[in-house]
């Protein structure tokens, strides 16, 4: 974990272009600088909340993708709840005084703004229009997850990768992690996309050969492509859970 002193000006924020987030308008853009207090980057595969741990920040992702997880009791590993995309908001249960009852972990290198947890009250106090942005947030992200739920349990294998190439290359596209609807460079591994799907490692491997065979997805190590968008969604069911443009901090 390192702290960067090369710090982005607020005002220059590459968050500000892209194509799923709502520019910060240049009033409340003055209360957010001063509500940072810096940057973090982390490399790929490190911890930045850690179940359990009392913390006493909050994070809005600058760039990189990083993965929320429950770990579960015993030996039974770890369910992935969520994927987290610049411009997410990260360490929001710190606000209350809460303990994260979840990790994240980085999937690739990533940058992140950091706040202060105990000033977050004067923020919503100087402009109230942030906590309902934050409100409305909680709302869509509680969405996208009541999406994944119905994913796990009434898609059959192969159905459910598709969902979750989808929603990542959708995600990231949004938040300008990619500049393409239909293909995502990102290094998951079959172990991870199990963890999300509720699928033994035999299992991925065999709905992702059988996407690839059927010409709908080729999901390597390091790159999703989608070859054909509409027929892919088609054999999905998918239904975007999320709604553009994003509010961020």
């Not at 172990?191 to 490692?201: H, T, Y």
Request: with cysteine.
């Amino acid at each position: 974990m390192e702290t960067s002193t090369d710090l982005i000006e607020c005002r220059d924020c590459p968050l500000a272009c892209r194509p799923g987030l709502t520019p910060i308008e240049p009033d409340r853009l003055t209360l957010v600088e001063d509500f940072k207090r810096g940057e973090m980057v982390l490399e790929a595969g490190n911890t930045l909340i850690r179940q359990g741990q009392p913390q006493d920040k909050l994070y809005t992702v600058l760039e990189g993708v990083l993965i929320r997880y429950r770990e579960l009791p015993g030996d039974d590993g770890r369910q992935i709840v969520n994927f987290m995309f610049p411009g997410d908001l990260l360490g929001l249960q710190a606000v209350r005084g809460d303990a994260p009852s979840h990790g994240v972990d980085t999937v690739t290198a990533a940058r992140l703004c950091v706040f202060p947890q105990d000033r977050f009250n004067d923020l919503i106090a100087k402009e109230p229009a942030f906590g309902f942005d934050i409100v409305w947030l909680a709302a869509k992200e509680e969405r996208a997850l009541e999406s994944h739920l119905v994913t796990l349990g009434k898609r059959r294998a192969a159905e459910r990768i598709a969902y979750l190439a989808l929603f990542l290359v959708e995600r990231a596209y949004e938040s300008g992690y990619a500049d393409s609807k239909t293909r995502l460079r990102l290094p998951l591994t079959q172990a991870q996309i199990g963890d999300m799907l509720g699928l033994s490692l035999v299992h991925a491997n065999r709905s992702i050969q059988q996407l690839r065979e059927s010409g709908l997805v080729d999901w390597k190590r390091g790159e999703i492509v989608i070859h054909d968008l509409a027929a892919t969604v088609e054999f999905a069911e998918y239904q975007s859970p999320h709604i553009s443009p994003r509010p961020y901090l």
